[in-house]
Every structure is written in C-alpha cells, then in structure tokens.
C-alpha cells in the first residue's frame, strides 16, 4: 500500500513537472521571442520583464503569495498546498531555461510563435490540471469566482486577461497585443482539451479525479485523526459541507447535514421531531401530491405514537387547494412536510407562501427538494424554511449520499437520530453527552468520498447556472407541449 502511494505521488509529480517544462518551452521558445505576453500573473510579470528585465519565474512566486493565501482561506490547506507545487516548479523551470530566449531560434513569424507558443503552453498546463495541480494566479481567482458568484472560470480568466493584454497595447504594439490573445485562446482551448481528456463529455455521473483518488488512496477516518491522510479526508469532507451550504445559503455549516438522500432526511425528521414534539392525537400536513417518503415515516410514526396524518387536496389541474389550507390547520398542528416539486405532476408548489402562512400559527416546515435541488435556485434563508431535504443522485453526484438543511435552533433541539462513533462528545456507563449538530446526527464513519463527489456535481451545477438549467428547461416544456397539442386525440 505504502509503495502504491510513494509509486503514485512520484508519478503525479512528474506529470506536474512534465507540464511546467512544456509550458516554459512555449513561453521561452515561442511567445517571448515574439514580444508576446502570456496569460494571467505571468503576463504582468513579462510586462515588468519587458520593461526592467527582471526574472519572469521570481516575480511569479511574489506576485502569487496573496493567491496561495487566498486558496487557503477559501479551498483549504490541501489546495493552497498544491498552488504552492504547481507555482513553484513552473517559476524555477521558467527562469532556468530562460536562456533559450537567445539562444535558440525556431520561427520569426509572429503568428506562428503565437500558435506554437499556445499549443506547448496548453498541453502544459492541461498535464498539469490533470493531476489535480495548478499553477496560481487567475486559475485559483477565478475558482474562486465561481464558488460565490457561480460564473465560469473560464469567463473570468478570459475577462481579466483581456484587461490585462489591453493594458499591455498601451505599452507594446497593438500587433503584439492581438496576437497575444490568439496565443491566449489557443492555450486555454488545449488546456480544457487535455485535461479533461477524450470520454469526459461520456460520463454520467460527475465525479472529480481527486474523489476518485479518495476512494482508492485514502482509508483514514475523518475527525478522528492527526495523521495527513486523516486530516486530507476531513478537510474534503467538510469543504464539501461549506460547498453544500454556499449552494442552499444556509447561514451556517453546522445547518448541513449528510443523509444517504432525502428519504433518510424526512426520517431523520419525522423520527426525531416527532420524539421531541409529538403527542397521540397532535398532527403533521402534507398533500396529495408527495413522494412516498414524505408519506410513510409520517404513517410510521402514527402506528407507534399515535399522530395523526392529515393531507391537503389537490384541484384537478394538479395544483395545490392553497385557499384551504389555513383549514387544515389547527392547535395540535404540529408540522407541515411539503414536496417543493412534485415528482409526478411537476407542479411547483409556492412554498415560500406556505412557510409564511404556516409560521403565522408557530408552526415549523420541512420541504422534500428532492425534485427542486437540481433544476432551481435555492435559497432556504429566503424561503424561511425550518428543514429542506435533497439527494445527490438526482444533481449527477453519486447514490447514496443527500442533505438535510435544518435551522440551527430546531437542530439544537431534537434529539439523536442514531447513536455511537461520530455524534458522541464524552462515554461513561453513567451518561453520554453528545456532539453540537452537525455531528449530533451523523452517526458512524460518513461517507466522506460521496460527499465530495456531492461538492463537485454542485460545483458542475452551479458552472452550468441554475438560471440557466431553469429557462432551458422550461424552453423545452412548452415545445414538447406545442408538439403533443399537434397530435389528435391528446
């Protein structure tokens, strides 16, 4: 085993170094013969190059210092770690072999130098990228971007290497600055290319290369440890938790809980909330258009503690009989558990005026997202929602694993949901005391490897936009509608 990983991280840092060599062979060889500048912090450091003949790869590591920082305090210590790698063999490559500017000489034309500059440079970094590496500046910024602001990568580098090469025309030629851009475009077109290799577009399931890594490297437990593989796997674990709470805007991590998928999350309610709250004869609404798991844990609970089940009609357009719902409403109301999106109907339930009306009796909400979580823009703070449950299974992420959002002062009241190992504080034969939630309902060793592949199927989601999914969704609805109507007897 021990050899496997020295075997493999050897051959992981040669591919990294391999990519820096052929990046700074393109650089060398082609663009700065040219008087071209590259992308990113490199491109400023050749302006600074150009103008004061100071060391293109030394002022790459400073200018990157607040970069390695700023992947640290967003992505982690594993991150921040491997911008260091990356930024420093490409730095020490770059002005090692600077000597080539001089002294070797393959083409004059400029558009050439600009062509064969891109290529090396993008193959480069596409090595680089796929062993899970990179090389600072605009790639860890613009990861960055995408994580709060969810727009592409590849948008923000293009926009803020545009400013930069435009920056550049004022000092160069303009000449120098449009063929820089072709050598930019170049490069990030065979970067993508090669680091996402030929079956990418073939997979179903949206797994990353380091969740894959996990699964086959890492067998340490999480939070339990102060060995690297330990503290590797918790911190993936829990940046997955900060990457689950960024895409729902809970307030809070400690309000993200890892399920095996919404059913287990409407258990997890329905067994908890009903110990702590509920009373034989007290009530719990949902409607007739839920999934059975928002059906079953509620009748469960009615056979062994007697509550009783009500549901909400629904009118013969499949819409939700909002006028009576107050109605159904009463003193010993207890919880309302609501589908956001119906499974069967694809009726979208306004359950932002549900909690409202719900709220103005003290009574809390849980919404099954199951159907939501994939296709809309959520924001549980806006919604006001006590509990909101979704799977990773329908996002493109793996089985088996799903969320539970829970406001903090409803988590800090319920009770365990399962017992031993990872939800445990202090053990003695006189009295357990339990861990602060999340913990306090995560039972036994998690699934820390589903939980990252959770984090980059979100991640994919939000590079694609939700907003996007929504309107293209919708734009084929009403032509499969327009279509069905041209057939008779439909």
């Known amino acids: 085993m021990a050899k496997m990983e020295v075997k493999k991280q050897c051959l992981r840092y040669f591919q990294i170094f391999l990519g820096c060599f052929i990046v700074c062979m393109g650089f060398n060889l082609f663009l700065i013969q040219a008087h071209l500048l590259t992308g ?6 050749l302006i600074i190059y150009y103008l004061l003949d100071i060391p293109v790869g030394m002022q790459n590591i400073v200018y990157n210092l607040p970069i390695i920082y ?12 491997d911008t260091i790698l990356g930024t420093v063999i490409l730095s020490v490559i770059w002005d090692a072999t600077a000597f080539l500017q001089s002294t070797v000489h393959i083409t004059g034309d400029i558009m050439l ?10 193959i ?9 590496a990179n090389t600072g500046g605009l790639d860890v910024v613009g990861a960055v971007v995408k994580k709060f602001w969810s727009i592409d990568v590849g948008t923000v580098i293009f926009v803020l290497n545009f400013v930069i090469v435009l920056g550049s025309s004022f000092i160069f030629s303009l000449e120098e600055a449009l063929y820089t851009l072709v050598s930019i475009y170049v490069t990030a077109e065979l970067t993508n290319r090669v680091a996402a290799g030929l079956n990418r577009e073939k997979s179903i399931m949206i797994v990353s290369p380091r969740a894959q890594e996990i699964c086959n490297d890492i067998l340490a437990n999480v939070h339990r440890g102060v060995h690297f593989l330990s503290q590797q796997a918790t911190e993936l674990h829990e940046g997955a938790r900060e990457t689950v709470r960024h895409f729902i805007n809970a307030e809070k991590t400690s309000e993200i809980l890892f399920t095996r998928g919404t059913t287990e999350a409407i258990n997890l309610v329905a067994q908890t909330f009903c110990e702590a709250f509920m009373k034989e004869g007290d009530e719990v609404v949902v409607t007739d258009m839920e999934h059975h798991s928002n059906i079953v844990p509620w009748q469960l609970q009615a056979r062994k503690r007697g509550i009783v089940v009500k549901h909400l009609p629904i009118t013969d357009d499949g819409q939700l009989e909002l006028s ?7 003193s010993r109301t207890k919880l309302v558990s609501i589908a956001h999106v119906s499974n069967v109907l694809g009726t979208v339930n306004p359950v932002k005026e549900i909690v409202r009306m719900a709220h103005e009796q003290g009574i809390p909400v849980l919404i099954d997202g199951a159907q939501s979580a994939p296709h809309m823009k959520i924001d549980v703070q806006d919604l006001d929602c006590d509990f909101f449950a979704f799977s990773g299974h329908k996002m493109y992420g793996p089985t088996g694993i799903g969320v539970l959002y829970g406001k903090e002062e409803w988590l800090e009241k319920l009770p365990p949901y399962q017992g031993g190992g990872e939800m445990i504080d202090r053990v003695s034969w006189e009295k357990t005391t339990f861990e602060r939630p999340p913990l306090k309902f995560e039972a036994g060793t998690p699934d820390y490897v589903e939980t990252h592949g959770l984090a980059t199927a979100i991640d994919y989601l939000l590079s694609l936009g939700l907003d996007n999914i929504q309107a293209h969704e919708q734009e084929l609805t009403n032509y499969c509608m327009e279509q069905l109507q041209t057939i008779e007897n439909i």
């Open 113 to 122: 130098n600009a062509i064969f500059g891109g290529v090396l440079a993008g």
């Open 124 to 132: 480069g970094f596409g090595l680089i990228f796929r062993s899970n």
């Open 324 to 330: 009576t719902f107050t109605s159904h409403l009463s």
């Open 70 to 81: 700023l992947a640290y305090r967003v992505f982690g210590r594993l991150y921040a770690v």
């Open 40 to 45: 990113g912090l490199s491109g400023v450091a």
